[in-house]
């Protein structure tokens, strides 16, 4: 019998990708998404990929009696990856309470289903901005924690702290929060990828875009940085190899392998790229251009961060395996497919 497991947020950037990476192993998936941010095709490329549908379920987790519902008609789960909740953090400073209601509350009804259900095991989607702007680089899991710049920040730190107490009291239900430096890139096939409603506010799809002549020019925030060339460093992590890092999770978690209840976990590449090294590299790679002009720093962006990831290749057995240069090259990929461009 295959296991199964419970993807929220399973249509969107991550969890699509994670999806396919747990059907290449054996698992079965259910997905729950409400879709706010993501569209419901991703069903199609998933089954294209990996010759599998999963099931799905349209609702919001903050929905208490919904996600009640879903656990009774479902029963037996094995394990869930959580990555269903908002995440743009210039909207969360405008709308803290929709972020945090959302954020946290879907967290709460999913362990308190966990708990009537008897789900052992629970991975989530953490961030490296609960480090804020670190004093030490590159940052290890003992590096302290710094209060959130933004609600957002905030929803992560505090999940992470729910999880720890939830664990700790739950006997037998465990959790890893893994934090996620920058994922970009798409799958080999370019049939899934990042899809940004609006004008995108990440770096990598606002330079696909550009390149795709969607967007006049980049806008490279700040070039007066205390970093080598002047522009932010970021450990840009490969969304694939992300999602096997939840796979690798999952397994760590049924195999009760874990040495805690709860355990977090660095997951990047322990290289920082600057800005500039980035846009530089994807005009290389892709033989491309992107206008970019420099302009002023942009409110709340933290100077140079990139992981130390020892903890994870050594207890996790994880590392990333993909090059910058692959990733760049997938982030084009699948922004030419989805625009049509030869
Ligand atoms: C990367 C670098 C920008 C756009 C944020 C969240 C984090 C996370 C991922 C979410 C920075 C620069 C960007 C542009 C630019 N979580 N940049 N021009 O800010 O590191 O992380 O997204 O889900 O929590 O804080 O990522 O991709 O926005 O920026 O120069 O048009 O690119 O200033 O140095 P960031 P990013």
């Excluded at 309470?97 to 008897?118: I, P, Q």
């Excluded at 005009?283 to 302009?295: A, D, H, L, P, R």
Aim: with cysteine.
């Amino acid at each position: 019998m295959s296991k199964k497991v419970l993807v929220t947020g399973g249509t969107g950037y991550i969890g699509s990708h994670t999806v396919v990476e747990l059907q290449n192993e054996g698992f079965e998936v259910i997905i729950v998404d409400d879709l706010s941010n993501s569209n419901i095709e991703v069903l199609d490329a998933i089954e294209k990929i990996s010759g599998q549908r999963p099931q799905f379920e349209k609702f919001n987790l903050a929905e208490r009696e919904k996600t009640d519902a879903f656990f009774e008609k479902y029963n037996h789960m094995d394990a869930i990856i959580h990555f269903a909740a908002f995440k743009a953090v210039g909207e969360s400073v405008e709308k803290p309470l929709e972020y945090y209601r959302n954020n946290l509350v879907s967290l709460m009804n999913l362990l308190e289903n966990m708990k009537r259900h008897n789900v052992p095991s629970l991975v989530f989607s953490s961030s490296c901005t609960v480090y804020g702007q670190p004093d030490q680089l590159p940052v290890t899991e003992s590096t302290p924690r710094k209060p959130a710049e933004s609600p957002y920040g905030n929803t992560k730190a505090v999940s992470e702290d729910i999880m720890r107490d939830f664990s700790h009291a739950a006997e037998g239900l465990n959790c890893i929060a893994l934090r996620y430096f920058n994922p970009i890139g798409a799958h080999p096939s370019a049939l899934i990828g990042e899809f940004p409603v609006g004008v995108p506010n990440n770096l990598v799809p606002f330079i696909t875009q550009t390149a795709a002549g969607l967007r006049d020019e980049l806008k490279i925030f700040g070039e007066d940085y205390d970093t080598p060339d002047g522009t932010a460093i970021r450990d840009y992590i490969n969304v694939v190899d992300l999602a096997k890092a939840h796979v690798v999770a999952i397994n760590r978690l049924m195999e009760k392998k874990n040495k805690a209840a709860y355990e977090f976990f660095n997951v990047g590449t322990g290289n920082g790229y600057s800005v500039m090294q980035l846009v530089k590299t994807f005009m290389e790679v892709n033989g491309v251009e992107v206008k970019y002009q420099i302009t002023d720093r942009r409110a709340g962006d933290i100077e140079k961060i990139w992981a130390d990831t020892t903890l994870a290749n050594e207890e996790l057995g994880w590392k990333a395996e993909k090059t910058l240069e692959e990733t760049l090259a997938s982030a084009w990929a699948w922004e030419k497919n989805v625009r049509n461009i030869k």
